[in-house]
């Protein structure tokens, strides 16, 4: 079993009275998928938020074991968990739409190309070092880009582009960005059977080829349990269960939460 | 309801309805502004009263408005669209079009209409030209409105007008500190306004140049108060003054090429450095955009919460714009002042900042071509209207809305991007 990436330790989001996000502790591994479900409202999307940086929680721990030392996110604000090596993507799609494709890849590696351009100083000079950074940046983009099968549309402008195309776009630039734990908010919604079967397919690509960790949050279950190493379960921010995708699929617990409970009024 | 649906004509009850409240609004209005008037009598001064102008007025509201409902289609043959439709083939025109400008800009001191006259509102024209180009940065490409954006004109024009005097520096030496300052105060302005965007920025910034100038006209013993400040130093060609008589042991300008002196040459001197600055700006804008700070702006503009996940700091990426783009603002301000040689807070009120933003916004919000064609615009069209000039404000307030109807996105609003994919290069 490959090293834990991402410890989670009772981490709590409360807003005012609602506790959102309750007690919860899992371990997400490198080069494997880990899949958050549970209902809607079960408090999914909060837990990324907090461990994205977005929102601060009210408690708990959330660890990223790096090369050698361990970060401790929940004191990071998101930028710097960005640069961290945790790149997410969002439920609903936020690219740059009237940027190109590429450049939406371009901007994805932001902070290596500032440094390379030496805080624009360089770049404004036209040194030799920033061109030949941004060459390497375009070839990643464009590595990326035939990997998402969207090579014809590198110069079209990213709003265009049809909605399972912005979904996969999206997914290219967080991989443009070379996280060390990339974590996507249903990627899947709203693709047809083929298409999120071919994102399937590119996401377990990802976790064999570029070794890093994916978290993912997804309501689409033929894909959780195709692709997943591990399911968490989330109701009501609590984990009701936690488990390889085959044990999951047979948890009491689990479907009652999703077929909900028959009530005493059926029963009588 | 759907926007074809919204497009369609109403039927002619309905038009008549709206046209009959239209002017009982109109009518409302314009009673105290139309319909009272007040009058020199023999008591002192009393109130006439106009309502038959007032019926007029309303009765063209009624008319027009009725007329307007009937060919609201005009959105379809609208005359400016083939331009965004057809862009790809106007292509090799767009490309040649900044040069045909430059050459035009270059020539224009020599051709045989130029006098004082056109050359003084050609340079006018520049200087707008130029401040649009510096807000082209923070409201084009950041897309954080500016309603402030005077202040560092003011910024620039008083550093300049105040080192100038006080330490006897010379044009060259105080354009980079003005532009060194009016920068500063940009990212000065940038911290507080960093959490806020949207309207609340543009009513932040907007108190932001209503401040400085305040404390311009107060702060008495630096700036002069509202007396401004006089005998700012006129620029030299690199040290030759463009004087009739220069100062004992100083060669002039005329002296130095061997020409009669003529007062034209400092006008036209001023004309090519303006000219040189805001090509300077433009060149500037179009080489950064292609930077990663140029792109994150862009970026920012379009997300600011993408940008947050890709570890792209907001803070950063929004104080460089505000500074950057107030730089260029004291640049223009330092020019301002060694033009007119006498600087007031009359010359930085809200009605410039408001120009400004109108030209980024007119022009197309990040097009630098854009910005060219709607300083020429709004610089131009009240020279032409002087004869009415109790009408120009009417004139400018129409075109701003036939503008903003035909074309929301600005006259020239075409976005190239920044760089396209190379062919793939031959494995080796």
Redesign the interface.
């Known amino acids: 079993m490959s090293a834990a990436l991402l410890a989670v330790e009772r981490l709590s989001m409360r807003f005012g009275g609602v506790t959102a996000v309750d007690d919860l502790s899992f371990v997400a591994r490198a080069h494997a998928i880990t899949a958050i479900i549970g209902p809607n409202g079960a408090g999914k999307t909060t837990v990324f938020n907090c461990l ?3 929102y601060r929680p009210s408690a708990g721990q959330l660890r990223l074991q790096r090369a050698s030392t361990a970060l401790a996110l929940e004191r990071l604000a ?3 968990i ?2 961290a090596g945790v ?4 439920q609903n799609i ?7 494709v ?2 939406n890849l ?3 590696q ?2 290596t ?2 440094r390379a ?1 030496l805080y ?1 100083f360089g ?2 000079l036209g040194l030799k070092s920033y061109r030949r950074a ?1 060459r390497a940046a ?1 070839e990643r ?2 590595h990326w ?1 035939e990997r998402v099968g969207l ?1 014809e549309r ?2 079209d ?1 990213a709003g265009g582009l049809p909605y399972g195309d912005q979904r996969r776009l999206e997914i290219a ?2 991989m443009c ?1 070379q996280p060390i734990l990339l974590c996507l908010d249903e990627p899947a919604a709203g693709l047809n059977p083929r298409d999120s079967a071919e994102l399937a397919a590119l996401l377990r690509d990802i976790c064999n080829q570029e070794r890093i960790g994916i978290l993912l949050i997804e309501h689409d279950m033929r894909v959780v349990m195709d692709i997943s190493d591990h399911v968490v379960v989330l109701d009501y921010g609590r984990k009701i269960a936690e488990g390889v995708p085959d044990a999951i699929r047979n948890d009491a617990a689990v479907i009652k939460a999703y077929l909900g409970e028959v009530d005493e009024a059926e029963r009588a | 309801m759907t926007a074809t649906a919204a497009r369609k004509i109403p039927p002619w009850s309905a038009r008549f309805k709206e046209a009959l409240l239209a002017a009982v609004v109109a009518g409302v209005l314009a009673i105290p502004l139309i319909g009272l008037h007040a009058v020199d009598g023999a008591q002192g001064l009393g109130i006439d009263t106009r309502f038959g102008v007032v019926a007029i007025g309303a009765s063209f509201v009624f008319v027009g408005r009725l007329l307007l409902s009937g060919i609201q289609q005009f959105r379809f043959a609208n005359p400016f669209q083939p331009l965004a439709h057809g862009a790809a083939r106007l292509r090799p025109l767009t490309r040649l079009l900044p040069w045909i400008g430059i050459g035009f800009a270059i020539a224009l001191p020599f051709l045989p209409f130029a006098n004082r006259y056109v050359i003084d509102v050609a340079t006018t024209v520049l200087i707008y030209v130029m401040l649009g180009w510096g807000l082209n940065i923070v409201v084009g490409l950041a897309g954080l409105l500016d309603l402030g954006y005077v202040a560092f004109y003011a910024v620039g024009a008083y550093s300049y007008a105040l080192l100038a005097i006080n330490f006897d520096l010379s044009f060259w030496e105080c354009l980079p500190l003005a532009g060194v300052f009016a920068g500063f105060m940009g990212v000065l302005l940038g911290f507080p306004v960093l959490r806020l965007r949207g309207d609340y920025l543009a009513i932040v910034t907007l108190g932001f140049g209503e401040i400085v100038r305040i404390i311009l006209t107060n702060w008495q013993t630096l700036t002069g108060g509202p007396n401004g400040i006089t005998g700012i130093p006129r620029p030299t060609f690199f040290g030759a003054p463009l004087t009739a008589n220069p100062a004992e042991g100083v060669a002039a300008f005329h002296q130095l090429f061997g020409l009669e002196f003529s007062p034209i040459h400092r006008v036209m001197f001023l004309y090519f450095l303006i000219l040189a600055l805001a090509l300077i700006t433009n060149l ?1 804008t179009l ?2 955009r292609r ?3 140029g ?2 702006w ?2 920012l503009r ?2 600011e ?10 803070r950063n990426t929004k104080l ?1 714009a505000f500074g950057i783009g107030a730089m260029f603002g004291g640049f223009a301000g330092a020019f301002f002042a060694t033009r007119q040689g006498f600087i007031s807070p009359e010359s930085f009120t809200f009605i410039e900042s408001a120009t400004i933003v109108a030209i980024v916004v007119l022009g197309g919000m990040g097009s630098q071509m854009g910005v060219v064609l709607a300083a020429a615009v709004l610089v131009l069209l009240p020279e032409f209207g002087r004869e009415f000039a109790q009408y120009r404000m009417l004139v400018f307030g129409a075109a701003m809305v036939l503008i903003v109807a035909w074309r929301p996105q600005g006259l020239l609003a075409h ?1 190239e ?6 062919k ?1 290069e031959a494995p080796s």
Do not use: Q, W, Y
């Not at chain 1, 790149?87 to 969002?90: D, I, L």
């Not at chain 2, 919460?305 to 907001?314: D, H, K």
């Open positions: 994205t940086g977005f998101d930028v710097h960005a640069r790149v997410r993507t969002f936020r690219l740059f739409p009237v940027m190109s590429l450049e371009i901007v994805a932001h902070n190309l500032m351009s624009t770049g404004l941004e375009v983009a464009r880009l090579i590198a110069d402008p630039r967080a960005a | 500037f080489r950064i930077l990663p700070i792109r994150a862009e970026a379009e997300d919460i993408a940008c947050r996940a890709l570890g792209i700091s907001p460089t976005r991007p920044t760089l396209r994919l190379p793939k």
